[in-house]
């Protein structure tokens, strides 16, 4: 694929991002625009390698290859001879939607690229995004709603990407789909959870769109359960469809309970990122340079002038940080409590499975930039929160951990905190949707279905997504949603030819 003595020829060139210092000031993408030479270039790199290892995943540990099995040798070679419509067409054949995996993957492919065992792979990522950009640019991207309908209906709860996996492929098999949301906005995470300039949700919003056109039902503000916990009866629900899918999502976050956790100013990072990005929709403030502050309502938490600590690492915490690098944080610290990573694959972490090596993200280079240092500070974690006397956190305690996770005597040390976000990831879903139909819970309290088959243990209903597998990533999540969909065709109608 691409060009046969490519790999040989040219050097990995990803595309770059903007400025990190021009970025800061505003929350448009940080993602530089589309540069259609280098990317000839590097797709020609792309190996005829035998076993496409990049489109291959790991079925027993997850942490190698693309989840949803993109043809990435296929459309590679697409681009690299100048056939953007056909990439497209391949592309869309495995993903629902390239344009949100193209921005918020962290790229499993790449980890297993055969190229990457001797040299750094392709930039499978960048093409991607390329691909499903240029379709949309071009106009290839339009609705295609369904020619009949089946008569049978299903219900998704949640508007996460594995909600909407599963809708758009019931809908083009004729189901009659209807998603309900909580939230005041179709999306999920994709909305909510991820902040705009990594993924800007005028792109989420033109997919919802499209399934929309395609005939899908949204429905907003829509809290599913029983009784005091929810708007809507998940009981009635059930009973008016033919299937029901739960894709909640893991939104109960893992806390810190030490000592002050109790102080104003101590915050789950998704109440931050929810916040913030809710309060520049509603403003209209989203494509204005400047920061959240300049926006009249104030329903967000404001990291202006504030000494920020964030207790995590991940793609959540890079999120948090990155967002109070725009708000104009005074100072910013990053705990993580793992040690250290090495800059290159450890003896146990080979190829093709994903390596665990250093990287810097966009919100530390923000950080660095600003700050002239990289916000990290490995093998540390908080111990306690101090106040002001008046109830806001003040400062806090932290302390080095060993590679148990066990704190080290001695080495504690104080840190000033006005704002500190816990990004510590993810327990479960929230059972008040689940318990009024009696479903049974995994050991990890995880909506219990084997995967695969997504039903369970009421036969009418499935789960897809984090709120089955546990926290995980927007790529796998799409994944699930697909089979889900699979599976409750297959009930539907006996047989399936969904993907």
């Known amino acids: 694929m691409g060009k046969t003595t490519g790999f040989k020829e040219y050097v990995r060139d990803a595309a770059p991002y903007r400025n990190a210092v021009e970025r800061i000031a505003d929350f448009r993408e940080i993602y530089t625009e589309h540069d259609l030479a280098r990317?000839?270039?590097?797709?020609?790199?792309?190996?005829?390698?035998?076993?496409?290892?990049c489109q291959s995943p790991d079925m027993v540990h997850?942490?190698?290859?693309c989840p949803i099995h993109n043809l990435i040798p296929e459309w590679n070679d697409l681009v690299y001879r100048d056939q953007w419509r056909d990439a497209l067409d391949r592309l869309h054949k495995t993903n629902n939607f390239p344009e949100f995996t193209g921005r918020v993957c962290p790229a499993p492919c790449e980890g297993s690229c055969v190229l990457g065992i001797t040299d750094p792979p392709v930039t499978i990522k960048n093409i991607e995004m390329a691909i499903i950009d240029r379709g949309f640019e071009e106009g290839w991207v339009v609705p295609v709603p369904p020619d009949d309908r089946t008569g049978k209906r299903v219900a998704v709860v949640g508007s996460g990407p594995a909600g909407l996996a599963a809708a758009a492929q019931l809908n083009t098999v004729g189901h009659t789909v209807t998603v309900y949301e909580r939230a005041d906005r179709i999306g999920g995470l994709l909305m909510y959870g991820i902040p705009n300039m990594k993924l800007d949700k005028n792109i989420v919003e033109r997919r919802i769109e499209l399934m929309r056109e395609e005939g899908v039902r949204f429905v907003t503000d829509a809290d599913i359960g029983d009784g005091a916990n929810g708007t809507l009866s998940v009981t009635e629900i059930l009973d008016e469809v033919d299937a029901l899918l739960l894709a909640t999502g893991a939104t109960v976050p893992n806390n810190l309970p030490i000592p002050g956790r109790e102080l104003d100013g101590v915050h789950f990072a998704m109440e931050f990122l929810h916040a913030n990005t809710k309060s520049l929709l509603d403003t209209g403030a989203l494509h204005a340079r400047g920061i959240?502050?300049?926006?009249p309502d104030g329903n967000y938490i404001d990291a202006k002038d504030k000494n920020v600590i964030v207790i995590g690492g991940g793609d959540t915490g890079t999120d948090?940080?990155?967002?109070?690098?725009?708000?104009?944080?005074?100072t910013l610290t990053n705990f993580e409590i793992v040690p250290d990573p090495p800059t290159e694959r450890a003896d146990g972490n080979p190829w093709p499975t994903w390596p665990f090596i250093y990287r810097v993200d966009y919100g530390h280079e923000e950080a660095a930039a600003k700050f002239n240092r990289d916000p990290r500070e490995y093998r540390t974690s908080a111990?306690?929160?101090?106040?002001?006397g008046n109830g806001r956190v003040k400062s806090l305690t932290a302390a080095e951990y060993d590679e148990k996770f066990q704190k080290v005597e001695g080495t504690?040390?104080?840190?000033?905190?006005d704002l500190v976000l816990l990004a510590m990831g993810f327990r479960?879903?929230?059972?008040?949707?689940s318990e009024p139909l009696g479903l049974e819970l995994d050991p990890r309290a995880n909506y219990l279905a084997e995967k695969g088959l997504y039903r369970t243990s009421n036969p009418k209903v499935f789960a897809a997504g984090d709120c089955r597998s546990g926290q995980s990533l927007v790529v796998r999540a799409i994944n699930e949603g697909r089979e889900a969909a699979r599976e409750?065709?297959?009930?539907?109608?006996?047989a399936t030819e969904l993907p």
């Open 62 to 65: 997850g942490r190698s290859g």
């Open 39 to 53: 990317l000839n270039t590097q797709a020609a790199r792309c190996m005829d390698c035998g076993v496409p290892f």
């Open 383 to 388: 111990v306690e929160f101090h106040g002001d």
């Open 428 to 433: 479960s879903p929230e059972h008040y949707v």
């Open 320 to 330: 948090c940080i990155g967002t109070a690098m725009r708000h104009g944080c005074k």
């Open 412 to 417: 504690e040390r104080s840190y000033d905190a």
């Open 488 to 494: 409750i065709d297959r009930f539907l109608s006996g």
């Open 292 to 295: 959240p502050s300049r926006s």
